[in-house]
């Protein structure tokens, strides 16, 4: 039974760069979640979807983050412009029932 | 808004020493909020240590405890014993009964000296 999938594992970008991230949750998970992980900040929600449709989009990452779910089985992530302090590890996490599980997550560097 | 403080780490323990990393939360917006640790050890993603939905009630696995106290509004990790395995990063996280958006605290990393 395959967990939640995060693609690339490991981005690096040039500043203003655009930048999508992809994950896939487990299948039949209603909610998925992407998280920005940093070691000051800890875990930031950036949006929040239940049954692909957005119930929060993370307040101050409006404007340069966009999270879609075209399909119940995909989601993806775009940085527009990308800056330097988006270096992070963006976590994807879907749950059903009470549990989340986690991808591996995705290490963005932007230089 | 909701809110999760811990333990700032690193915090280094050598091994079969006992510990304790603690979480206290603040639930403005949730009304019977569950509460959680997650651990994400060396290399691998971040998973569920324990959860316990029901205040008053406590949650173990792995060897770590975890009572959800109302009245003080923590949720401290516990372990008599700690193993070098144990090395890892520990999140504290406030969940609502709906829908199941996580707020995490910062993360405690915990070393454990063989």
């Known amino acids: 039974d395959a967990g939640v999938t995060q693609t690339p594992r490991h981005e690096v970008a040039e500043k203003g760069q655009t930048i999508i991230l992809k994950c896939e949750p487990v299948?039949?998970?209603?909610?998925l979640f992407w998280y920005r992980q940093t070691k000051i900040q800890g875990l930031e929600l950036l949006s929040y979807?239940?049954?692909?449709?957005?119930?929060?989009d993370g307040g101050a990452f409006k404007d340069r983050f966009k999270a879609e779910m075209l399909n119940s089985s995909f989601s993806t992530l775009k940085i527009q412009p990308t800056e330097p302090k988006d270096s992070a590890v963006y976590l994807c996490?879907?749950?059903?029932?009470?549990?989340?599980?986690f991808g591996k997550g995705t290490r963005l560097t932007v230089v | 808004g909701d809110s999760v403080t811990q333990t700032e780490g690193p915090v280094t323990v050598s091994e079969s020493e006992s510990l304790i990393i603690n979480c206290t939360y603040s639930?403005?917006?949730?009304?019977?909020?569950?509460l959680f640790w997650y651990v994400r050890y060396p290399g691998e993603g971040l998973q569920l240590l324990l959860k316990?939905?029901?205040?008053?009630q406590k949650g173990s696995s792995r060897g770590f405890e975890a009572t959800y106290n109302k009245e003080t509004t923590s949720f401290h990790l516990q372990k008599a014993s700690v193993q070098e395995s144990d090395s890892a990063v520990y999140y504290c996280?406030?969940?609502?009964?709906?829908?199941?958006?996580?707020?995490f605290g910062t993360g405690t990393s915990l070393l454990v000296d063989p």
């Open positions: 996490a879907s749950s059903f029932d009470r549990e989340v599980f």
């Open positions: 299948s039949g998970h209603n909610d």
């Open positions: 979807f239940r049954s692909k449709s957005l119930m929060e």
């Open positions: 639930a403005t917006s949730i009304a019977y909020p569950n």
């Open positions: 316990v939905i029901t205040a008053g």
């Open positions: 996280a406030l969940g609502s009964n709906m829908g199941y958006k996580l707020t």
